[in-house]
Each structure stands twice: as structure tokens, then as C-alpha cells.
């Protein structure tokens, strides 16, 4: 069985054990990234890959940092995403740097463990997994 927990860190990570992690940090409920490329009608590549779209799901109300985020258009934040093992090892670092909050919904419910959770899309300029750096030609920056 694999158990796996996953953290938002906002700025530089100064420290990557669980206890940094869960001091400094945001624990995820959800997490994913994505790439894309352009193609045309027959499914040829017409495009350089774009990447950096991330949608972060966590437990609670977002922090202030968080909402300032979102709502001031020409924030961009530096962070990384930390995957542990259920040893609490990292097991994966996804950094991303230029990033804007692109969209936040808060969702509230009456069941669950927790009763309002937030999720957070973020569009970054350069994304950084492992050793493979992609990054998108963002003009106006």
C-alpha cells in the first residue's frame, strides 16, 4: 500500500524534514500539475510544450498570504511542492517560480473531517521537477 503526503511551501525551502514541512508549510489534500502542446486537426505538434498549471486542494480557509495572492494580479510567488512517503520522506520536489493565483474556490460542506476546504490554481513561468526545467516565454514580465 502506498501512503504519500503532499505540502505547499511559498517562498525558498529552507528546510525539507516533516517538521519544516508541517511548521512552514500548507499539508495538500489534493494536487496536480499538467503540460500541454499545441496540435493541429491531423494531431501533429504545432507548439513548444507549456507547462506550470497546478491545482493545490487543502483543508481549512486559505491564508492571508493566500488571498493576497490571488486578488493582486502582478504577485508572482517562487515555491515548491513536496511529496513524502508514509516514512514522512520526500520523496519528489516540484519547484515553481514566477507563479500567479490564478483562481481560488472555497468550498464549504457539512460532512467530512474538515467543513471547508481551498483550492488554488496557479500558472507558473518556470516549473522545475527533478532535473527537467520547463519553462514558458511570458512576455510583459
Not at 95 to 113: K, L, N, R, V
Request: hydrophobic share 40%; charged share 25%.
Amino acid at each position: 500500500m502506498f501512503g504519500h503526503r503532499s505540502f505547499l511551501r511559498i517562498g525558498s525551502l529552507n528546510d525539507a524534514s516533516i517538521k519544516g514541512l508541517l511548521t512552514d508549510g500548507l499539508e495538500l489534500e489534493k494536487f496536480s500539475y499538467s503540460f500541454d502542446q499545441a496540435v493541429d486537426i491531423h494531431g501533429k505538434v504545432q507548439g513548444e510544450v507549456r507547462s506550470g498549471t497546478l491545482q493545490l486542494t487543502f483543508a481549512n480557509l486559505p491564508p492571508n498570504e493566500v488571498i493576497d495572492w490571488m486578488l493582486n494580479s502582478r504577485k508572482y510567488k517562487d515555491g515548491t511542492i513536496v511529496m513524502c512517503d508514509m516514512n514522512d520522506t520526500p520523496l519528489q520536489k516540484i519547484s515553481f517560480a514566477t507563479a500567479a493565483c490564478i483562481g481560488m474556490d472555497i468550498d464549504y460542506s457539512e460532512s467530512g473531517d474538515t467543513y471547508v476546504s481551498t483550492r488554488i490554481t496557479l500558472y507558473a513561468k518556470k516549473l522545475t521537477i527533478g532535473g527537467v526545467i520547463v519553462e514558458n516565454d511570458w512576455k510583459n514580465i
